[in-house]
Every structure is written in C-alpha cells, then in structure tokens.
T-cell receptor
Framework: DSGVTQTPKHLITATGQRVTLRCSPRSGDLSVYWYQQSLDQGLQFLIQYYNGEERAKGNILERFSAQQFPDLHSELNLSSLELGDSALYFC?????????????FGPGTRLTVL | AQSVAQPEDQVNVAEGNPLTVKCTYSVSGNPYLFWYVQYPNRGLQFLLKYITGDNLVKGSYGFEAEFNKSQTSFHLKKPSALVSDSALYFCAVRDTGGFKTIFGAGTRLFVKA
C-alpha cells in the first residue's frame, strides 16, 4: 500500500458527461501528479501540483482540468467525455517537486466511457 | 526533447536465471532515472533511482540497475529471477526542467517456473 488513495475505483459513464476523480496523497507529500494509462498511448503525464500551485503540464486536454486543495487532496475533472477517454487514471504523490523525488502511485481509477 | 526507450515489449526468463530489462534514454543535461514496477490491477511501485554517484544502483526486491553514460542506458537487473517478479516494468526520466516524468512504453517480464 503506497499511502495514496484514489476514488472511485471504477467509473462507468456516457459520452458527453463530466466526472471528477479524487486523490489523497501520502501524509506529508506536497506534490500530486496525474497520469493517464491506456493501451495505445501508454502512461502519459497529465499535470502536476505542488502545495496547491500548478507546477507542470503534460498532455492534458482542454476538456480536462485539475486542482489541489488546501488540505493537499486533488481532483481531476474530465468533461465532454469521449470514448477515447476510457483509460486508467493514476494519481501519484511525492514529498517535494524536485527531480530526485520518486513518486508513489495510487491504485488508479478505471474510467469507462460508453 | 527528452525520451525513454524500452526496446523489448516482453522478456522471458526462467526462474533462478538472471534477468535484464533494457532502457535507453535521451536527455539534455544530467539524467534523473527511475524504474517502476506495475503488478496487475495495481498502481506503479518505485523500485530504484539514479541521481548521481555510483553507476550501480540497488533497489527494492533485489533489483539493481546500471547507469551507463556513454551508452545512455539504465538497464534493470536481478541476479536470480522469481516467478513473483512477473510484472510490467517502466523506465522513467525526469525532464530537464525537472517537473515532467517521461515513462517508457513498459516491458512485460514473464518468469517461468
């Protein structure tokens, strides 16, 4: 158990809908990262927050947004969902934002868009 | 641009034999390299990292990795494979700015009893 929690574990929804994925980092970790894992794209970095501030952006679509709250939990919002958004979404956390910090991953949220 | 390549989709090895999972990278500046493992229906777990210093890095579960600057490689190794090592292994590099982590496509390791 990494100490990172994600809810829900599974999510099934329809195209055009909006969903929110939630992540609680390990106790004391200030950085939160979001990743999308799919069979065709592999593991793609979406976005990173450090202590409430956006730190880096990866291949995140305009339809997706995220935030990190004062208690350090984070939410990833996915809107106008398309079939291609079906994937496993991981949250990870680390103690700092630096290059040397390894990340601790949550169990993921499996999103299915029908 | 930074990149990571894992040239093998799958590696097959018999239990008790040594294993190697290959990784090559391309970064400007000093590389910060990581290996993670993913078991079925689980998140990734950190195995080891190279930041600086000794080229041979030791990590969790008996794994180690050898950093080779001239060959821009960071191969994961284990002297004696276990069936329980069967999983998906990812090599990763932090980009020059330090904020993005770029993962390889992953290599599936299958250890046969």
């Amino acid at each position: 158990d990494s100490g990172v929690t994600q809810t829900p574990k599974h999510l099934i929804t329809a195209t055009g809908q909006r969903v929110t994925l939630r992540c609680s980092p390990r106790s004391g970790d200030l950085s939160v990262y979001w990743y999308q894992q799919s069979l065709d794209q592999g593991l793609q970095f979406l976005i990173q927050y450090y202590n409430g501030e956006e730190r880096a952006k990866g291949n995140i679509l305009e339809r997706f947004s995220a935030q990190q709250f004062p208690d350090l939990h984070s939410e990833l919002n996915l809107s106008s969902l398309e079939l291609g958004d079906s994937a496993l979404y991981f949250c990870a956390s680390s103690s700092g934002a630096g290059k040397s910090n390894e990340q601790f991953f949550g169990p993921g949220t499996r999103l299915t868009v029908l | 641009a930074q990149s990571v390549a894992q040239p093998e989709d799958q590696v097959n090895v018999a239990e008790g034999n040594p294993l190697t999972v290959k990784c090559t990278y391309s970064v400007s500046g000093n590389p910060y390299l990581f290996w993670y493992v993913q078991y079925p229906n689980r998140g990734l777990q950190f195995l080891l990292k190279y930041i600086t210093g000794d080229n041979l890095v030791k990590g969790s579960y008996g794994f180690e990795a050898e950093f080779n600057k001239s060959q821009t490689s960071f191969h994961l190794k284990k002297p004696s494979a276990l069936v329980s090592d069967s999983a998906l292994y990812f090599c990763a590099v932090r980009d020059t700015g330090g904020f993005k982590t770029i993962f390889g496509a992953g290599t599936r390791l299958f250890v046969k009893a």
